[in-house]
Structure formats: C-alpha cells, structure tokens
C-alpha cells in the first residue's frame, strides 16, 4: 500500500506481524512507512530483497534490543528501520558518493520517528574517517547488495573489515538470484568468511507478499548470514 509524500515522492507502507498470539495486538504488530522517489538510483525505492531481509529481522526483533547495528547499502533503509522500531541502536549508511541516497535514508528515519540515527556515507572498498571511527558492532545489514558482480568483491571487502574489528558480529544480508553464473563463494575463501543459508520458511519469508505488500512477488530471494572463518586455534 502506498500514498503521496510531502515532497512529491510516495510512501510505501509495511505491516509486519508476529505469529505469537499471547501477545497484545499492538505487541504482534509494526507498520513502517517508507519514502520513494521513481529515480534510476537503485537505492531510491523498495527492492524485494529489503522486504525479505526485514522480514528476518522481524523474525528476530526479541534478539535485537540495545544491539548495535549497521545497515550498508542503506538506500531508503526498511531494515535497518525495522530495526530501529525494534530497538536497536542503527547507523544507516550509503554511498558517500550518493548523497540523494543519503538523504532518503534520513527521510525514512523522520517518517517512522527515529530521530537519533546516524547516517554516513560509506563507499564499498575504501577504508574511511567514517569507517574506522564507527563504534563496536553486533550485526551488518545489507539486502541487495550483490547486485553488480563487479562490486561484489568490494561489498565484501568492507564486509571483511568489520567483521575484523567486530569478530563476533554478523552480516544478515538477502541477494535475489538473477544469473547461474554469479557466485561469491571464492571471495568468502579469499577474505576468510564463511555463510549459512537461512531457509525462507524458517522466519516466514517464503510467501509472494511479506509485510502488506506485493514484495517479493515471482522473484527469487535468499537469504544468508556471513561471518569471519574459524581458523584453527580459535575459540
């Protein structure tokens, strides 16, 4: 479901609910509304690996109180906004080199009244001022995010290094399968991280329409939780 926003764009509206029936309505429930512009940036509107990725961290919103959080490749930012709404601590960040993208992610903030959340420009592949001044950190967002195979080394390069400084974190990230030929697996061996498939049905996501909406629809969506490889020796 969808409306006009104040500046021209639409809003899009989420409703995540949770299948536990001991709970108050209001407790089973969250609604999110999400500003799009119809802009050729990818990051400008709600892509089906955003709802599938929000619909995990619903799944696991119990999980997530006082949790530090960052969300790359933030765009307009539905999961790292669930997150926020679930009560986390998030940084959202996109390109530095996108500021409109930037920008949406803080208008999606004011629409669901998050108003302390920080928003950085983070570019994939270059260690920043705003990278390495970022605070410990518990879980990564991204959906979406191989979505050019010639990024896809730099998505994890960034992802390595995070997960260096943060060993014990995770990244929570969705990819939509559009061609039998792209795969990250020899870039998690060369950057030492290692994933696991999450199965759709585990957390509720193996449905056309998640959260009110008419996301994912027909696409193809997985979901997969990366982390640093066990060297031997550790602990």
Request: with cysteine; net charge negative.
């Amino acid at each position: 479901m969808s409306d006009q926003d104040a500046v021209g764009g639409s809003l899009k509206h989420f409703n995540f609910k949770a299948e536990d029936q001991s709970r108050s309505e209001e407790a089973r429930t969250l609604l999110v509304s999400i500003p799009e512009v119809l802009e050729p940036q990818y990051g400008m509107y709600v892509w089906p690996c955003a709802v599938v990725l929000a619909q995990y961290v619903w799944h696991h919103k119990g999980a997530l109180q006082q949790k530090s959080v960052l969300e790359i490749g933030a765009g307009v930012s539905l999961p790292g906004v669930v997150a926020g709404k679930c009560g986390a601590r998030v940084i959202l960040s996109d390109s530095a080199e996108l500021p409109a993208c930037l920008e949406n992610c803080r208008r999606s903030c004011e629409v669901n009244g998050l108003w302390d959340v920080p928003v950085v420009g983070l570019t994939w592949g270059q260690v920043s001022p705003d990278l390495l001044i970022l605070p410990a950190l518990d879980i990564i967002l991204g959906s979406d995010v191989f979505y050019e195979p010639e990024d896809f080394e730099d998505v994890l390069v960034t992802v390595f290094f995070l997960l260096r400084r943060n060993p014990h974190a995770q990244f929570w990230t969705t990819y939509q399968e559009r061609s039998a030929d792209w795969s990250i697996e020899a870039l998690l061996h060369k950057w030492s991280l290692q994933c696991l498939h999450i199965p759709l049905e585990s957390f509720q996501a193996n449905k056309d329409c998640l959260a009110g909406s008419n996301l994912p629809g027909s696409h193809t969506v997985h979901m997969i939780v990366i982390t640093m490889r066990k060297q031997s020796g550790d602990t």
